[in-house]
């Protein structure tokens, strides 16, 4: 930031008084230009260097492009990673379209943090045969634990356990029940 | 292989007999019984109450169970005792003409004499029309177990009249699922044929699914989630121990005992997906006998125990498969809808019995092995887990009634059924045990 000849006179002016108000306080300066919670954090020479923390968090120092998109983009993986369950239609393991950025999001988060491991289970709804729904469970998990290891997950991180129809997410025989039970979620440990 | 399907019609439905039974709470669970419907084709037999001689326990009477016995089978149209003109208690004093005006075929009488600790049961059936008698026996049995005299019995009556062993002293397995402390509680049960003396023999909060008896009766091996995933597990029942016997990574499933009782076939997915094993139970070897990319599971001797039926989906959707020999190539014998699972062989090697979904709906049918054709057996629409009685004249399955999860009998030529609701919760995963000597 550029400062003038004649700001800098104003806020040697300034500094002086503040130094002789406020030397044996060390606290806020009084009429501190950028709000009450903007304090002197260095001083070199005779120019007061002023910075703070607003209360939304955006530093007064520059950011660049870069760090704003990469911010950003944390906060959408963030948003993606709150789901934790992916639907599947009857009798397939089919992982569909809407769920693929979400586990790209989840793969990449599990890439960065290697000590993160996760439980993939799966479940089918009530209809058909218990033994054949157990298998079908554990087919649809792992397309999941497939699809992360493939978007950079690493095996050691990822387990698989199929539930079958015997614990659904919700009670009852109509389709909408049955499409809520079609699925697969991930547990974080 | 021609392909005809139709439904088995019940042609009349006879008026619902309610029996209700004492609920007993504690380790012993009891079960709802209601006759549904009779079949058209009922042979009608009366079951005259048996004179007693002494002091007889509380409770069913021997009579009234082998009545209710009979009319579980679907084959026999029992008579109320209220409808009876006379009640003969020995030859002497059956008028047979009193019961051919009221229609029946059969007559059984007879009588119980307490001596002691002990009840004597002596009875004898007559063929009405030809006015002979075809069965008499003197059998003895403890006052305490009056019921498997009673079934004992019926047996006897069953196999005089039809030719075909009786399966009323045989028991059934199944699972119960009701909350206790806000958390689910899943129960394995054994129960007489009927329902009745339900006993707990494990219980857990997390599934317990596929009962499969040993061919002696004695053990069953089941897949138990306690420990997180699937195990399977091998229980022997008087002793109350048990013993895990498959805990591989993956599944541990569908377990089905071999006729020896040597040998259990399982599904595990160890290898990467679903494949049907044999397992030599002594020495817990494994013997790989599918190999395909599919879901091959729910694997069952057949009658002659040398081949093997199973579900694989290798075609797409789930279907029923046959192995000549075991690890032989499976030849396809379900075409006629996009899912069938779960083969269950009847024991003379002329049918298989499974779950078959037409028209969104899921009902137990049967395929003759001979001819191809395919023969849906029952009317409810949410059907599975069929379970074929030794006798092959019966099977019982889970579907859903008002909301819950109940046991149903049907004999196996689709004409009649009989519930066996729950008393608490949902009933589930019947398995039919074996005729045992």
């Not at chain 2, 009782?261 to 160890?270: E, I, P």
Request: charged share 25%; aromatic share 8%.
């Amino acid at each position: 930031m550029k400062i003038s000849a004649h700001s800098k006179a104003f806020a040697l002016l300034l500094s002086v008084g503040l130094v002789a108000g406020c030397s044996s306080t060390g606290g806020a300066p009084e009429d501190a230009p950028y709000g009450s919670d903007v304090g002197a954090v260095d001083q070199d020479g005779g120019s007061t260097v002023y910075s703070g923390d607003d209360q939304d968090g955006i530093s007064s120092s520059a950011m660049t492009e870069e760090e704003r998109m990469a911010a950003r983009e944390q906060a959408e993986m963030e948003a993606l990673r709150e789901v934790r369950v992916f639907y599947f239609d009857f009798d397939t393991a089919e992982i569909k379209p809407e769920a693929r950025d979400v586990l790209v999001a989840h793969a990449r988060y599990l890439a960065n943090n290697p000590g993160q491991n996760v439980r993939v289970e799966g479940h089918a709804d009530e209809r058909g045969t218990k033994e054949y729904n157990l298998a079908l469970g554990e087919r649809r998990a792992n397309a999941v634990q497939r699809f992360l290891i493939v978007n950079g997950a690493s095996r050691g991180q990822i387990e698989t356990v199929s539930y079958g129809e015997e614990k659904p997410a919700v009670m009852g025989s109509s389709e909408s029940a049955w499409a809520q039970n079609r699925r697969v979620e991930l547990v974080f440990e | 292989m021609t392909q005809r399907i139709w439904y088995k019609p019940s042609k009349t439905i006879l008026t619902a007999i309610a029996l209700v039974f004492i609920i007993a709470s504690g380790a012993r669970a009891e079960l709802l019984i209601r006759i549904t419907e009779g079949a058209d084709s009922a042979i009608p037999v009366a079951v005259v109450p048996f004179a007693e001689s002494g002091q007889m326990p509380a409770g069913d009477t021997v009579s009234s169970v082998v009545q209710a016995d009979l009319a579980m089978s679907g084959e026999f149209r029992t008579l109320p005792p209220e409808k009876m003109l006379s009640l003969p208690s020995r030859r002497e004093e059956v008028y047979f003409r009193d019961w051919r005006l009221l229609g029946q075929r059969y007559v059984l009488v007879g009588s119980l004499t307490r001596s002691g600790d002990r009840v004597q049961a002596r009875y004898e059936l007559f063929d009405v029309n030809r006015e002979e008698r075809i069965l008499g026996e003197t059998a003895a049995a403890p006052a305490s177990n009056l019921r498997s005299l009673a079934h004992h019995i019926s047996d006897k009556v069953y196999e005089a009249i039809t030719g075909v062993p009786g399966v009323f002293s045989t028991q059934l397995a199944f699972v119960t699922l009701d909350a206790a402390n806000g958390k689910p509680r899943y129960r394995l049960q054994v129960s007489d044929v009927d329902g009745k003396r339900a006993r707990i023999r494990l219980e857990s909060e997390e599934p317990i699914l596929s009962p499969a008896w040993s061919p002696d009766g004695k053990k069953l091996a089941y897949v138990s989630f306690e420990t997180g995933k699937p195990v399977i597990f091998v229980h022997e029942l008087a002793a109350g121990k048990r013993t895990k016997v498959a805990d591989f990574p993956g599944l541990n499933s569908a377990p089905a005992w071999s006729d020896d009782g040597r040998s259990l076939l399982m599904t595990l997915s160890k290898d990467g997906n679903a494949e049907i094993y044999r397992m030599n139970l002594e020495t817990r070897q494994l013997t790989k006998l599918t190999n395909h990319w599919a879901i091959d599971t729910e694997a069952n001797w057949d009658a002659s125990g040398e081949g093997i039926f199973f579900t694989s989906d290798r075609s797409g959707g789930p279907q029923i498969y046959y192995m000549e020999t075991p690890g032989a190539e499976p030849r396809r014998i379900t075409f006629g809808s996009r899912y069938n699972a779960r083969p269950r062989p009847g024991p003379n090697g002329e049918f298989v019995y499974y779950v078959h979904q037409r028209d969104r709906a899921f009902h137990i049918a049967r395929t003759d092995l001979e001819t191809g054709e395919e023969t849906i057996l029952t009317r409810s629409e949410s059907d599975e887990s069929p379970s074929v009685a030794p006798n092959g004249r019966m099977l019982i399955y889970a579907t859903q009634q008002s909301g819950t999860s109940v046991l149903t009998v049907i004999s196996t030529d689709g004409g009649a059924a009989y519930s066996l609701p729950g008393s608490v919760g949902e009933v589930r995963d019947p398995a039919w045990g074996p005729l045992v000597r």
